[in-house]
């Protein structure tokens, strides 16, 4: 009997050193996933406008936190801020997003604010489709932003896009995100469906 439960407990130490080492490669790819300089899945672009007042006032948003990289901003007044995502981690760069189903965005806010998808051919200017993004009362959360364009929307305050959403995703340059009111954002995990960006 002896014997019988020696091997039973060497064959469930087998099995369990087998899924560790089946699920190592994993692990590994994943970190391996990040960029030479400081990134948040890739994305080594996130910045600080100097539109509206924020802190930072400009530059990078990548701080150290956790196990890599966070971005954080905070919008101060009631006033419209911006901070900026380079889809491609440049700004020349654009991707075509026409075949994704939408992104991943992992976040904290302390209130409501409003994403937009910029395309290369009509970036600048605040009349751009846009979609909510919730406050999370300050919790980090895990949310999914389709790309379906019954989900995306433009506000009177910004203007009429002279575009269609439907254009902007071929040649998606940077995803901005806008507010209005004070708020506290962090953002530490973004994966849009489809598209992997390049390290620089």
Known sequence: MRSGRALAAAFAVAVSLVGTAAEAPAAVAGSSRECATPSIDRYQQWLASGEGTTVPATGSLLVPGGHGYAAKVAFLNAEWHVAVL????????????????????????????????????????????????????????????????????????????????????????????VGKTPNTIDFTGLRVDGYVPPCL
Do not use: I
């Open 86 to 177: 380079w889809l491609g981690n440049k700004f020349d760069a654009q991707a075509d997003l026409s075949k994704s189903r939408g992104f991943w965005l992992t976040y904290s806010a302390t209130d409501d604010l409003y994403v937009q998808l910029r395309p290369a051919s009509h970036w600048s200017g605040g009349d751009k489709w846009l979609t909510r993004v919730p406050s999370t009362g300050g919790k980090t959360v895990r949310r999914f932003f389709s790309f379906a364009p019954s989900q995306w929307t433009w506000l009177p305050e910004l203007g009429q896009p002279s575009y269609t959403f439907a254009s902007a995703l071929t040649e998606a340059r940077g995803l901005v995100f």
